[in-house]
C-alpha cells in the first residue's frame, strides 16, 4: 500500500522530555540522556516546524503483555533498586542484572518506548502520517520473557503486531551494527513479516544472525541476514543495502516498513567497529523513503552519544527532506560536540575487512533465497482488530471541543508552523549558518531569537 499523494510528506514525531532522566547506572554504556540531546538538537535546527510533534500516552501493562509475558512485565514493574534481594531467583530467569540492571522506574521507561511506537504504527495504520518517527524505540534484543542487550521491552514487536492489524506484510529492517534477533525471533514463523538485518557477526554479541538462519516453517525464507565485518565504509553499505532492499520490495511487497536506526554502527561508536558516516547511515533512511510505502522509524543502540544525537536529527532532516548546516546550532548541549562544533562526522582509516567476492557471494545467497518466497503472499482478511490507543479522530476532538476552553491536545499538538513564520532571521535553516554558532556560555534565547514552540518539559508536546 503505497501513500496517497496529498501533497507534502506528513510526520508524525513521538517524544517525552522525562526519557533523558533515566538512568542505567554509572559506567553502563547505554545512556538515554542521548534522546534528550538528539531532541535538543533538531528542535534548534528548527525541523520541528516540518513535523507532527506528540507525547506518546505510555503503554499499559495490558497492551505490552501483546507479546510480552505477563509475569516477566509483572516483575519489571515490581522491582526496584532496593528490593533486589527478593527477586534473585527471578532476575536470573528474566536475565536482568549485568548488561540488563535494575534502575529506578525501569518499568516506566520501557512504557514510554513501547509507547511511542505503538502511538506511531496506530498513526500509520489510521492513515494520518506517512512517516512516524520514535527515537525512544528500536530495542531490539528484548525476547518474550527476557531482557537482553541493554532492552527490557521489545517496542519493535509490539509496533509490528499493530501494523498487521491493518497491514497485510509488514517489512522490519534493521541497520544496527548488532543483529535485530529479538524481532527476528518473534517473527521468524511466520511469512507476513520479513526482518532484515545488516549486522557485524563472529563472536559479536548477540551472536546470531547468520546467513543461513532463514526463518522457519511458514516463514521459512522471511528471514534474510547480512553477517559483515568489521570495517565497512558507505560505499560499501550503500553497495550490498541498495539492492538487496529494493529485490526484498520487489518479492515481499511490503505495505508498511520499519527502520531501526541504530546508531552503533557509524564510525567511532564505544561498542561498535563499522565505519559508517552519517552520510552513509542516512541513505539507508532516504533509500527507503523512496518507495513511498508508511514508514516507521524508531531507535537502537549508540553509545557514542554525541554522534547517536548527530545521527538521528541528521536522519530526521532526511525525513522532512530538509538540508540542515553542517554548523552546529547552539544548544543545551553544544559543548559535548567539540571540539568542531559540525554535525557530520568523518571516517577513520580502519581496514575495511569486507571483500567484494566476500559481499557478492552473501548477496548471491541471499538473492536465491528471495528467489524461493511465492511472489507476494496472500492473506485471508479477518474483522480489523481495535487500535491498541483508542484516541478519538482529531476532527472529532475539534467538532466537539467548546471554544471557550482551550483546544484539545491532539488538535494543537498536531500544527505545523508555516514555514515563513517565527523564522529568527531569513537565512535559519539553510547551509552553514556561522550565526548558530555561539560562544560557550552565552544564552540561548536572546531577544528575538531562537523561538521555540510553545512545549512543557524538554520541549516536548503537551500529552496526547
Not at 202 to 231: V, W
Request: glycine share 8%; proline share 6%; net charge negative.
Amino acid at each position: 500500500m503505497a501513500v496517497q499523494p496529498h501533497g507534502k510528506t506528513r510526520i508524525a514525531y513521538y517524544y517525552d522530555g522525562d526519557v533523558g532522566n533515566y538512568y542505567y547506572g554509572q559506567g553502563h554504556p547505554m545512556k538515554p540522556h542521548r534522546i534528550r540531546m538528539t531532541h535538543n538538537l533538531l528542535l534548534n535546527y528548527g525541523l520541528y516546524r516540518k513535523l507532527e510533534v506528540y507525547r506518546p500516552t505510555p503503554a499499559t501493562f495490558e497492551e505490552m503483555t501483546k507479546y510480552h509475558s505477563d509475569d516477566y512485565m509483572m516483575f519489571l514493574k515490581n522491582i526496584r533498586p532496593d528490593n533486589i534481594s527478593d527477586y534473585t531467583k527471578q532476575m536470573q530467569r528474566f536475565n536482568v542484572g549485568e548488561d540488563c540492571p535494575v534502575f529506578d522506574g525501569v518499568f516506566e521507561f520501557c512504557q514510554l518506548s513501547c509507547g511511542g511506537s505503538l502511538a506511531a504504527a496506530t498513526k500509520l495504520n489510521r492513515k494520518h502520517a506517512d512517516i512516524a518517527i520514535n527515537w525512544m524505540g528500536g530495542l531490539h534484543h528484548a525476547k518474550k520473557s527476557e531482557a537482553s542487550g541493554f532492552c527490557y521491552s521489545n517496542d519493535i514487536v509490539l509496533a509490528i503486531l499493530e501494523l498487521l492489524k491493518h497491514h497485510q506484510r509488514v517489512l522490519y529492517v534493521d541497520i544496527d551494527i548488532h543483529h535485530g534477533d529479538g524481532v527476528e525471533e518473534a517473527f521468524y514463523t511466520t511469512d507476513r513479516v520479513m526482518t532484515v538485518s545488516f549486522h557485524k557477526y563472529g563472536e559479536y554479541f548477540p551472536g546470531t544472525g547468520d546467513l543461513k538462519d532463514i526463518g522457519a516453517e511458514k516463514g521459512k525464507y522471511y528471514a534474510l541476514n547480512f553477517p559483515l565485518r568489521d570495517g565497512i565504509d558507505d560505499e560499501t553499505y550503500e553497495s550490498i543495502f541498495t539492492p538487496v532492499i529494493r529485490k526484498v520490495m520487489e518479492c515481499f511487497q511490503p505495505s508498511a516498513v520499519v527502520l531501526q536506526c541504530g546508531a552503533d554502527s557509524l564510525t567511532g561508536d564505544r561498542l561498535g567497529c563499522f565505519n559508517l558516516t552519517l552520510r552513509g547511515h542516512g541513505k539507508c533512511v532516504a533509500f527507503l523513503k523512496k518507495f513511498g510505502v508508511p514508514l516507521m522509524m524508531v531507535g537502537g543502540g549508540g553509545y557514542t552519544i554525541r554522534n547517536v544525537s548527530r545521527c538521528w536529527t541528521y536522519e530526521t532532516s532526511v525525513a522532512v527532506e530538509t538540508e540542515i548546516a553542517n554548523e552546529l546550532p547552539y544548544n543545551d548541549y553544544f559543548e559535548y560536540f567539540g571540539p568542531d562544533f559540525k554535525l557530520h562526522i568523518e571516517r577513520s582509516n580502519m581496514t575495511n575487512q569486507n571483500t567484494r567476492d566476500y559481499l557478492e557471494k552473501t548477496m548471491t545467497r541471499l538473492f536465491e533465497n528471495l528467489r524461493e518466497l511465492p511472489y507476494a503472499p496472500s492473506v485471508q482478511m479477518q474483522p480489523i482488530p481495535p487500535d491498541a490507543l483508542n484516541m478519538p479522530d482529531k476532527s472529532l476532538l475539534l467538532d466537539h471541543s467548546n471554544p471557550d476552553v482551550r483546544e484539545p491536545f491532539a488538535v494543537s499538538d498536531a500544527h505545523i508552523e508555516h514555514e515563513g513564520e517565527f523564522y529568527d532571521t531569513t537565512k535559519e535553516g539553510t547551509k552553514d549558518v556561522q550565526s548558530y554558532k555561539r560562544p560557550a556560555g552565552s544564552p540561548l534565547a536572546k531577544e528575538g531569537e531562537d523561538k521555540k514552540p510553545k512545549t512543557e518539559d524538554d520541549g516536548s508536546a503537551p500529552p496526547i
